[in-house]
Every structure is written in C-alpha cells, then in structure tokens.
C-alpha cells in the first residue's frame, strides 16, 4: 500500500524546516554579524550614485508636482482642452517633459546660486579666518592674561595644564605624526581622489534622478502589480498603503524641513547683518544647515557660531547666541508648526529617543534620518496594537486607557472606582505617609465606619441589658 503525506504533516514539515532555518540564521547573525554589516556597506558603496539619485529625486518630486499641477496642466487645458484617449498618454508625456525641464532649471539654478554666490563668500570668510587667525588667538590670550592676573590661583592651575598638555602636544607631533607624514600624505591624495569619485558619483546621481522623476508614475505601478501578484488582496492593500504612509511621511518631513532651514538661514543672515555680527554668511550657513538636524540641530549650529566669534569678539559672540536662541523660539514655536505641521505623529521624548538611538548607529545621516524612520515604526506599532485590540473587542483612544486599571472578561476597570483592587490597582501608601502617619480619606471613612458601627453595637447591647432588667422574671 502507497504511503501518502497528509496536508498537515506536510505543513508541519515545512514549519520545522523554516524554524531550523530560523534558527541558522540567528546563530550566524550573531557570530558573523560583522559580515554581514561589511557585505550591505559594500553594497551600499556599490549602489551609492543609484542612492544619490533616488534621494535627489525625493527632493525634487515635490517642485515637479507643483509645476505640473498648478501652472503646466491649467495652461493646457485653457488652450487645448482635457486629455482624450489615445492621445492622453502622448499629451501626458509631454507635459511630463516640460515639468521635469522646469525642475532641473530650478535645480541648475540653485546649484548655480551654492557654487558661485555662496560659496565664493564662505570660502572668502574661512581664508580671513585663517589669515587673521593668530589675531585671534593673540587676543583671546591678552583677555585670558587680564583675567587671570586677578586670581593667581586659577592661572598657576591654567599654566599646569598647559604645560602638561603642550608637552603631550609635541610628544604626539614628534612621535606620532613626523613618521608617519608619508602615510598622511598618502590619506590626503585618496581623500582628493574620494572627491573627484563623489563629484563622479553627484553627475550620474543627477542622471538617474532625471530617468526616476521622468517614469515615476511607471515605478509606482510595478511595485502595486508585484504586490497584488504575490500576496493576497488584503495583504497587498496593507503593503500598499504602508507604501503611502512612508511616502508621505518622508516627503513632509524632509520638505518642510529643508524650506524651514532655508527660511531660518535667511532670517538669521539678515539679523546677523543689522546686528553687524562678523562673517554673517558663514555664521547663518551653519545656522541653516545644522537645522535640518531637529531639535539638536539648532543648538549645534548656534554652539559652533558662537566657538567662531569668540575668538573674534566676545561681545558678538554673545549677543549671536541670544539671536538663535530668540530665533530658535520663533522657529520651534511658529514657523516650524507652520510649515511641518504634524508630518510625524511624535512628541518630543520620541523625537529625542529617535535622533539619540539613530545618530548612535548611523552618525549625521542617522540624526537626520531617524526622526521620519521612527515615525514610521511608530505608526505600524501602533496601528497593529489597535487592530488587535478591536479584534478582541477593546475600543479607546490612548487617554482613555489612562483611567484604567485592568481589563476583566471585556469590561474595563477604572482606577478611580476604589473597588477595582485586583492586579495592583490601589496604590501602596507613599513614603510621607508611612512617616507622619498621614491617612487618606478611604482610611479615614473606614474608620468612621468601624467607630460608628462601634457604637451602634453598644447602643444595642445596652438597649438590650435595658430590656432585660424591665422585663419581669
């Protein structure tokens, strides 16, 4: 008699199968982790003008859906009509052509704008810097010197240290830096030659991003055929639909953001200017870049203007910070909401937990990424938690679940129904209490309670002796 497999054995089997798998996985995941990390890097550096180009292409969908939408398709429309099939696809490219040359002519036009009037003037800044640099220092010491000369103390410590420090100095140069100076100029020419491979890199990055903004639409659709042919209907609405929350997600985020440190660095550079700050365009240049970086970024770029003008001047210095920190309060308070509105659904602990633990991993890039990547996890958590909660049969917002103590058989408990005991739910007294024997109003209600029920039980006993003694033999 043939043996044959059952649909469960055979669901079984393949189950052990992919838990073994499982299980390899995990073990080489933790003792050759490193592989693993230099294998995706390597494929990342491979891929890097792809990454270039798809990242430009980000930035620029926007401006190029605007051009389309607002100004290109009205003015068709006015002089040609709507689109009529067959035509439509014909008409829509060309459209489509248009839009992306207007886009690159805006992109051309700001890399224009970085290279020959900001740049020049940064580069202009950095060089005086340089040059006057000994000034600077000369005067920082001559102010040390006139403070120090006041506390004696405070200077034989200063001397100490920059005696201990100077010899700590020169052991290094002579030690560490004068044998290996041929090496060091070997790392200077690869990091000439990593320049000219990442111009290399930006030129091609600007080509497959022109390829990607041209046939986006065509992208898009390829991801939903693939989706719907591999997954059932349910789950490829779901994957479709995450699509277009990390979609949305990152677009508002990382658009609001560059307009809203576009706008600051404009605003502090006209400050810096009526307030006669030195180097204004350098200063507000950093200002406006670091505030990409959300929350910290501010901080960073006011902390790095006021290091640069103290040498200069204290006073500027100074007077800079109180500026970004003014200018700070305007951006957080009215201009960011404006503009970035609530793109990410975090409150501020998460937007701090979420730029600490990706800019551990990743660096700058993480400071910058893990803000949108977060929000992102955030929002699967929690629309995964609400959906199994509904599939129990538990409703309710987040406030709601404030009050609430434990959940039994469906029904919710509150925490301020002082019946709910199970579960941990009646706090335990507190510290002062236990010390100056403070009792709360349940502890004193029972306790009016005991004593009045006292009482009514001597009332009765007594009443009873009463009638007793009436009462003939």
């Not at 080489?28 to 592989?35: A, C, H, I, M, P």
């Not at 600077?136 to 240290?161: A, C, G, H, K, M």
């Not at 041929?182 to 491979?197: G, Q, T």
């Not at 679940?401 to 335990?428: C, H, M, Q, W």
Request: charged fraction near 15%.
């Amino acid at each position: 008699m043939k043996y044959k497999l059952t649909r469960k054995q055979l669901t079984w089997g393949l189950t052990i199968f992919l838990t073994f798998v499982a299980c390899l996985l995990v073990v080489y995941v933790l003792f050759k982790g490193s592989t693993i990390v230099s294998f995706i890097a390597d494929l990342f550096y491979m891929m890097r003008s792809i990454i270039i180009g798809l990242v430009i292409a980000f930035i620029l969908s926007p401006i190029l859906n605007f051009i389309e939408s607002k100004i290109i398709k009205p003015i068709y429309r006015k002089k040609f009509g709507d689109y009529t099939y067959p035509k439509s696809i014909i008409e829509k490219k060309k459209v489509r052509l248009i839009g992306l040359l207007f886009t690159m002519i805006i992109f051309f036009f700001i890399l224009y704008a970085l290279c020959l009037i900001i740049i020049p003037q940064l580069y202009k800044s950095i060089v005086q810097i340089i040059v006057n640099f000994p000034t600077y220092v000369q005067n920082v010491q001559d102010y040390t010197d006139n403070f120090l000369s006041n506390n004696p103390e405070i200077r034989n410590y200063v001397n100490t240290l920059t005696e201990q420090y100077s010899g700590m100095i020169n052991n290094f140069l002579k030690d560490t830096v004068m044998p290996n100076l041929s090496n060091i100029v070997n790392r200077i020419s690869k990091s000439f030659l990593s320049v000219i491979k990442g111009f290399l890199n930006f030129v091609v990055g600007i080509i497959v991003a022109i390829y990607i903004l041209n046939s986006k639409e065509v992208h898009c659709a390829q991801g939903k055929k693939l989706a719907y042919a591999f997954f059932k209907e349910p789950v490829a609405n779901e994957i479709v639909s995450a699509c277009r929350v990390i979609h949305s997600t990152f677009t508002g985020f990382f658009v609001g953001k560059i307009m809203d440190s576009i706008i600051i660095g404009i605003i502090c550079y006209v400050g810096c200017l009526i307030l006669g700050i030195p180097y204004s365009l350098l200063v507000s240049f950093i200002v406006g870049m670091t505030n990409i970086i959300p929350f910290f970024g501010p901080y960073i770029g006011g902390l790095m203007g006021a290091i640069l003008l103290v040498l200069i001047n204290p006073m500027s210095a100074l007077i800079f910070i109180i500026f970004v920190v003014i200018l700070q309060q305007f951006d957080g308070n009215i201009l960011g909401p404006k503009i970035l509105g609530n793109t990410t659904g975090l409150s501020s602990f998460w937007v701090i937990f979420s730029i600490m633990l990706f800019g551990g991993l990743f660096g700058f890039v993480g400071w910058i990424v893990g803000v949108p990547i977060f929000a992102v996890f955030y929002y699967f958590v929690r629309r995964i938690t609400n959906h199994l909660l509904r599939r129990r049969g538990i409703y309710g917002t987040t406030v709601d679940y404030v009050d609430v103590a434990y959940i039994e058989k469906g029904t919710i408990k509150s925490l301020s129904d002082r019946s709910n005991k199970k579960f941990n739910a009646v706090k335990p007294p507190s510290a002062f209490k236990k010390i100056f024997k403070v009792k709360s109003s349940e502890e004193k209600m029972k306790k009016n309670t005991n004593i009045s029920d006292t009482q009514n039980s001597e009332e009765d006993s007594n009443n009873q002796k009463n009638n007793n003694k009436k009462s003939p033999i």
